[in-house]
């Protein structure tokens, strides 16, 4: 079974620019979240789906959205990048108490 | 803030077990002990997670102190692919809104 997708691998973007993210989760699992991982830090929380409706979310400005389609695939939206933004993306997905998570997108924003 | 407290690096030679604290002396009933770890460029792979009891798989044992205030992850015998950053963290079970990660302990195994 494939586990979680995430695309693209590897980004890089401008100050100003907008950028989208998407997820692919396990096959079932119902539940997408949404981690930023910067340098040197563990993952930060920023949003929790379920069911396409969000359920939770972490200490992120407004720029950051979310959203999840009725195949259970998400989007995270970040728009006015900063070069604070520059991070490994994580997206994890569950079905109960174990979260999988996907591999990545590395954003550079220069 | 991560509800948790761990060595920012340890050592370990090969095949020797390796023993990775962390302390959550302000955990509450309801929350249980998870473990992860990342290997670099990777995501993070849940390894284990516990509530009172010790528990063991075939990655890893969990011990959890009585009073539940800290606890250690015991990989019996550690190999060089164990190379990685470990998490404790502490949630409430299905909780996935509420997964705190500190900075990990990075653990090198070294041959």
């Known amino acids: 079974d494939a586990g979680v997708t995430q695309s693209p691998t590897h980004l890089i973007k401008t100050r100003g620019q907008h950028v989208t993210l998407r997820c692919s989760p396990i096959s079932g699992h119902k539940s997408v979240s949404w981690y930023q991982q910067v340098l040197g830090q563990g993952p930060q929380f920023i949003f929790q789906?379920?069911?396409?409706?969000?359920?939770g979310r972490g200490n992120f400005p407004d720029r950051f959205s979310a959203r999840q389609f009725p195949n259970y695939s998400s989007e995270l939206n970040v728009n006015a990048l900063l070069l604070g933004d520059s991070a490994l993306y994580l997206c994890?997905?569950?079905?109960?108490?174990?979260?999988?998570f996907g591999p990545g997108t590395r954003l550079t924003v220069l | 803030d991560a509800k948790t407290t761990q060595p920012p690096s340890m050592d370990c030679a090969e095949g020797r077990a390796a023993n990775l604290p962390c302390n959550h002396s302000?955990?509450?009933?309801?929350?249980?002990v998870y473990w992860y770890r990342q290997i670099h460029s990777q995501g993070p792979q849940y390894i284990i997670h516990g509530l009172k009891n010790n528990e063991t798989n075939e990655m890893a044992s969990l011990i959890i102190t009585e009073d539940r205030k800290s606890s250690t992850l015991i990989l019996p015998h550690a190999t060089l692919r164990d190379t990685a950053v470990y998490y404790c963290i502490v949630r409430v079970l299905y909780n996935n809104n509420d997964m705190r990660f500190g900075a990990g302990t990075r653990l090198t195994v070294k041959p």
């Open positions: 994890a997905s569950s079905l109960s108490n174990e979260q999988f």
């Open positions: 302000t955990i509450s009933g309801n929350e249980y």
């Open positions: 789906y379920y069911e396409k409706e969000e359920r």
